[in-house]
């Protein structure tokens, strides 16, 4: 898989932004790369490697992010408006008051994540796991949890 540098993606989302299409990084490799306050709103992520990615404050609505890993990176504060996660591995990720609103998560593994003060309003939860996930003060109003683990 292709590793990008910070750079790269920002000269990545700027022509997609120019062009009107949607930013296209599936399949590609962002381990350990700062991509904080970045906006990838609709961007295509699908199976990108985000391992230890620094995303905090980083726009993430409506991205898809099915199969992606996410294993160690850093989602603090983030936005993730209606943004599509399944599938994907948040193990140990840090996800400390992120907006996760409407979000699909549905067989994503958020083993030992931290999930504390995150909203996951109406988000949809089928088949977690949640196992030794740090959940303080998440607002899981509406949240679909059918068949989720650890909860």
Not at 81 to 89: M, V
Not at 90 to 109: M, P, V
Not at 138 to 146: G, I, K, Y
Request: net charge negative; proline share 1%; glycine share 6%.
């Amino acid at each position: 898989m292709e590793k990008l540098t910070r750079e790269e993606v920002i000269a990545i989302l700027e022509e997609a932004k120019q062009q009107g299409k949607r930013p296209e990084f599936s399949y590609m490799n962002f381990s350990g790369l700062d991509l904080s306050g970045l906006d990838f709103l609709r961007a295509d992520l699908t199976c990108a490697i985000l391992t230890r990615a620094d995303l905090t404050n980083a726009n993430l609505d409506y991205v898809d992010l099915t199969d992606a890993d996410l294993t160690d990176a850093d989602l603090t504060n983030s936005n993730c408006y209606y943004a599509d996660f399944y599938c994907a591995n948040f193990t140990r990720a840090k996800c400390h008051g992120a907006d996760l609103t409407c979000a699909i998560l549905t067989r994503a593994d958020l083993t030992s994540a931290n999930l504390d003060y995150v909203d996951l309003t109406d988000a949809i939860l089928g088949y977690v796991d949640f196992t030794e996930a740090n959940l303080t003060g998440a607002d899981l109003t509406n949240a679909n949890l059918e068949g989720a683990k650890g909860i």
